[in-house]
T-cell receptor, first 112, second 110 residues
Framework: NAGVTQTPKFQVLKTGQSMTLQCAQD?????MYWYRQDPGMGLRLIYY???????DKGEVPNGYNVSRLNKREFSLRLESAAPSQTSVYFC???????????FGPGTRLTVL | GESVGLHLPTLSVQEGDNSIINCAYS??????FIWYKQESGKGPQFIID?????DKRQGQRVTVLLNKTVKHLSLQIAATQPGDSAVYFC?????????FGTGTSLTVIP
């Protein structure tokens, strides 16, 4: 039981490059979330998926797209990376019934 | 919009003392609150939660207090240990989203 896993752990991109951050969970969560964490700020929600096949925007969705591929996987895509997207990205799954979120270890992204 | 804030960005305590970390929230309709611990280089980890129909909840060495009148919650850690050094976040769950505070960095002095 790995919980919530994220790949890659670290990534450096040049401005304009694209990439996909992967997230997978084996905890049977219905809801999954993508956050970004910046110094001096709390976690901010980018997108979430309340169930397989649905996605919704969070507080800071601009510049990102998501795909809920199946119940286990929720990916975050940057089509054209910008320096403002330099951040640590966390994926989380929500345990139904308890409302407890479980976070992955994070992806540290630097855009030059 | 929704906002959640922590009162102090940093807190230092002596090992063995009790720690109190405070948090304020803005949405009076929030009905579920959570405290997370985040160690360096790791994702946030659930510590304890409380629903709005309660004003106190205890876990192992941790207690959360909720004051709905002033929209304030606190996390108390008893007999603080070096392993408690981390950043602590409060969050509230409103609608289908979590709203996080900015975090208090707790340092335990041996």
């Amino acid at each position: 039981n790995a919980g919530v896993t994220q790949t890659p752990k670290f990534q450096v991109l040049k401005t304009g490059q694209s990439m996909t951050l992967q997230c997978a969970q084996d905890m049977n969560h219905n809801s999954m979330y993508w956050y970004r964490q910046d110094p001096g700020m709390g976690l901010r929600l980018i997108y979430y998926s309340a169930s397989e096949g649905t996605t919704d925007k969070g507080e800071v969705p601009n510049g990102y797209n998501v795909s809920r591929l199946n119940k286990r996987e929720f990916s975050l895509r940057l089509e054209s990376a910008a320096p403002s997207q330099t951040s640590v990205y966390f994926c989380a799954g929500l345990s139904a019934g308890t409302d407890t979120q479980y976070f992955g270890p994070g992806t540290r992204l630097t855009v030059l | 919009g929704e906002s959640v804030g922590l009162h102090l960005p940093t807190l230092s305590v002596q090992e063995g003392d009790n720690s109190i970390i405070n948090c304020a929230y803005s949405n009076s309709a929030s009905d579920y609150f959570i405290w997370y611990k985040q160690e360096s280089g790791k994702g946030p980890q659930f510590i304890i939660d409380i629903r709005s129909n309660m004003d106190k909840r205890q876990g192992q060495r941790v207690t959360v207090l909720l004051n709905k009148t002033v929209k304030h919650l606190s996390l108390q850690i008893a007999a603080t240990q070096p392993g408690d050094s981390a950043v602590y976040f409060c969050a509230d769950f409103t609608g289908n989203q979590f709203y996080f505070g900015t975090g208090t960095s707790l340092t335990v002095i041996p």
